[in-house]
């Protein structure tokens, strides 16, 4: 493919948004990178979604005060010593370092592995330069979007049709059987499709793809009183949040119930009740005081999680099995 075929590509309807969206998330991310101290589990989701599947394997069972360190070790002095010192540490490839390098200085490193990813394209750059003048490409932002670029299939029924059915799954309503049945029909793809099925998903809901993606599933059980109260600001729109991301280290929640007090739609603003009267509609959710004997109850019986800040030290609670809040959210 030549380069005037690549030009093509980068004219096609779906490609600006999809630029828009990649230079948002790596300007984002940059801005935490540069500031490890503003670094928490939440945001270091983005940077393993950036930085590809296989640093997300090597940094997820490590402390992340461990990045920081050597983040602000690089940032004081960025040398090739400094640099080699978390790749030593990780075990990362000269690609992975590479990567790693972009989203410190996109302006000055290219991506890890680009030639690779454009050799779809029939053509080969041995320099990352060459490519930002032959595209008239600002810098390598645009050239990892280039490289990430999957367009969408439209012509293909069963793929759209397949990640409406994804993307209709909702925790708080989907049996765990029914989704189990929907990651056999995704199993059941070419490489190729699971790789827009991917991208698509990655885009739209990083729920909905760490749920096909994720090797663990597990049930959970939300304080949802505990959550409204969280940082006493009584805000439904904490909760909501929290839902859009169940997901954890190497792990993803389905089915979700939540149990609230009895008393809990007083607590929240009466411009929000309304809300939370249709938010509860048909969906795994129930009430009781205290909500803590239910929580605890259905835990225990159906060997699901607990999302929590309380610690239930009133009841013999399996602490390993109560998450904080702060895992879920970005605060």
């Known amino acids: 493919m030549s380069i005037q075929n690549i030009k093509l590509v980068l004219e096609h309807r779906d490609y600006s948004n999809h630029c828009q969206r990649i230079r948002s ?3 984002r991310l940059n801005s935490w990178l540069v500031n490890p101290r503003t670094l928490n589990e939440r945001k270091m989701y983005l940077f393993y979604r950036t930085a590809g599947r296989n640093i997300e394997k090597k940094f997820i069972s490590r402390h992340i005060n461990d990045f920081q ?9 960025p040398n090739s010593s400094r640099f080699n010192d978390l790749k030593n540490y990780y075990k990362l490839t000269d690609d992975e370092l590479q990567t790693l390098k ?7 490193f290219a991506p890890g592995g680009f030639n690779i990813d454009l050799k779809r394209y029939n053509i080969e750059f041995y320099c990352a330069d060459a490519i930002l003048k032959k595209l008239g490409f600002r810098d390598y932002i645009d050239l990892y979007a280039l490289m990430k670029f999957v367009p969408y299939d439209a012509d293909s029924p069963i793929i759209k049709n397949f990640l409406n059915e994804v993307l209709c799954i909702d925790p708080l309503k989907t049996k765990k059987n029914y989704f189990m049945k929907v990651k056999e ?3 059941s793809f070419s490489e190729l499709e699971r790789q827009i099925i991917d991208f698509r998903l990655s885009s739209i809901s990083y729920y909905h793809y760490r749920l096909l993606s994720c090797p663990t599933v597990r049930g959970a059980v939300i304080d949802g009183s505990n959550v409204i109260r969280h940082n006493s600001e009584n805000k439904l729109q904490r909760l909501l949040d929290l839902i859009d991301n169940l997901f954890i280290d ?4 389905l089915p979700a119930v939540i149990v609230f007090d009895k ?3 007083y607590v929240l603003d009466v411009s929000e009740r309304e809300s939370f009267r249709n938010f509860v509609n048909d969906r795994f ?3 009781n005081s205290p909500a ?5 109850s259905i835990s225990g019986k159906l060997d699901y999680y607990i999302v929590s800040n309380d610690k239930f030290k009133d009841y013999k609670a399996n602490q390993e099995k109560i998450l904080e809040i702060r895992r879920f959210l970005d605060v």
């Not at 190497?250 to 929640?253: G, I, K, L, N, S």
């Open 25 to 27: 998330d790596i300007t």
């Open 69 to 77: 360190f050597l983040l602000m070790h690089i940032i004081n002095n």
């Open 102 to 108: 972009f989203l410190l200085y996109p302006k000055k």
């Open 185 to 187: 029909f995704y199993l």
């Open 250 to 253: 190497e792990m993803v929640f």
């Open 263 to 265: 008393n809990i739609e």
């Open 285 to 287: 959710v129930y009430f």
């Open 292 to 296: 803590d004997d239910l929580i605890l």
